[in-house]
């Protein structure tokens, strides 16, 4: 058994897996929105006390036993871990953690706190002898020592710590072959967050938090529509992307130029084409072959032909339990991804 937690801050997400014989089941999953009054949501008001206690009521409901649980991994906010690919000269693992403990330093928030890292080999880099390439994580001792305390007093006995982008890519990769050529493009696009994924089986990985994902658009139509939050996400997950053409239609009559209508799924697609142009800069040989979205905004009416079509690309829906069998249903399945992800690390998948 292994379980994973995604402590979003919107919503708490747990999954519970089984591996029988090479076989993978959830036996467990659930959902729980970190406000009962969802019109008091507010992303900067959101307190560590009130992400245990929906930890916990969501455990208790799903009635797991948090004293007992073994193999827990659960997930720290992507923007408080970097997470990079890196060519570094192949050496001992002893002089390697040192080599990329200074690496880390040059990357992670200064709060007074030791490097805390984790690595995987990716093999050997192919244009440069005698290196490797090398999956570096880093976050601080800070950090590490405040997510602890939190899943501890959620209950549960903190065990593995991950973080979303790599909960993400561990759940595409069991799902999906890794393409030989180019690379595949995944969007995790959660509430607070849209975690941008690149990899490719012989390009470098790539990840960036987009700072545009559910809350904003939500936030944009309560501000566009002087409504309630209750009343904006309903309306985001009714109309979609049509939400925002609910406003009176621009009198172009005596402008004598059509006005295009900019919305934040615009804003949206262009930090997506900014950040693929910049992983296009450092790495030309790359192309992309096709778009993954997932994350609990994935769902939203629409998303996915309007990126295809805004960035002439193909998109599809990411399948998180392709390979895993599942008999539970859940409203919106994409939002477990991440748990999934986090829950098959556990399994040491």
């Known amino acids: 058994m292994s379980i994973g937690i995604d402590i979003g801050k919107y ?7 089984e591996s029988n014989n090479d076989n993978i089941e959830i036996k467990k999953m659930g959902s729980l929105s970190v406000f009962e009054d969802i019109n008091r949501f507010d992303l900067e008001k959101i307190s560590r006390s009130q992400l245990e206690a929906s930890t916990y009521d969501l455990a208790q409901k799903l009635g797991i036993n948090t004293k007992k649980a073994k193999d827990v991994v659960s ?48 093999g050997v880099n192919n244009k440069e002898i005698d290196k490797i390439n090398v999956l570096l994580a880093s976050t601080t001792k800070n950090i590490i020592k405040e ?20 909960a993400i890519s561990n759940n595409y990769q069991f799902n999906n072959e890794l393409p030989e050529e180019g690379t595949d493009v995944i969007l995790n696009i ?21 700072e545009i994902a559910g809350n904003y658009f939500t936030t944009e139509i309560m501000r566009q529509f002087n409504v309630d939050y209750k009343t904006a996400e309903s309306m985001k997950f009714d109309k979609g992307i049509e939400a925002f053409n609910e406003e009176e239609p621009i009198d172009t009559e005596n402008i004598g130029i059509a006005v295009e209508k900019r919305t934040p799924f615009n804003e949206f697609a262009e930090e997506i084409k900014r950040t693929l142009r910049f992983y296009m800069k450092n790495n030309n040989q790359a192309f992309f072959n096709k778009f993954y979205i997932t994350g609990g905004s ?4 629409g998303i996915d032909t309007f990126i295809a079509t805004t960035l002439n690309v193909n998109v599809e829906l990411l399948d998180p339990t392709k390979n895993i069998n599942n008999s539970i249903a859940v409203k919106n399945l994409n939002q477990y991804t991440a748990a999934i992800g986090l829950a098959l690390r556990g399994l040491d998948i």
């Open 298 to 301: 994935a769902s939203l009416p």
């Open 147 to 166: 997510h602890a305390s939190l899943v501890k007093n959620a209950g549960f006995k903190p065990n593995i710590f991950d973080s979303d982008p790599i």
């Open 11 to 17: 919503k708490i997400k747990i999954v519970e897996l």
């Open 75 to 122: 997930s720290i906010s992507g923007s408080m871990v970097d997470i990079r690919e890196i060519v570094t000269l192949d050496m001992p693992d002893q002089e390697l953690s040192v080599s990329l403990e200074l690496e880390a330093k040059k990357h992670i928030p200064l709060d007074g706190t030791d490097a805390i890292i984790d690595y995987h080999h990716l």
């Open 190 to 210: 959660g509430n607070s967050t849209t975690n941008l994924i690149v990899w490719g089986k012989n390009c470098p990985f790539f990840s960036r938090n987009i």
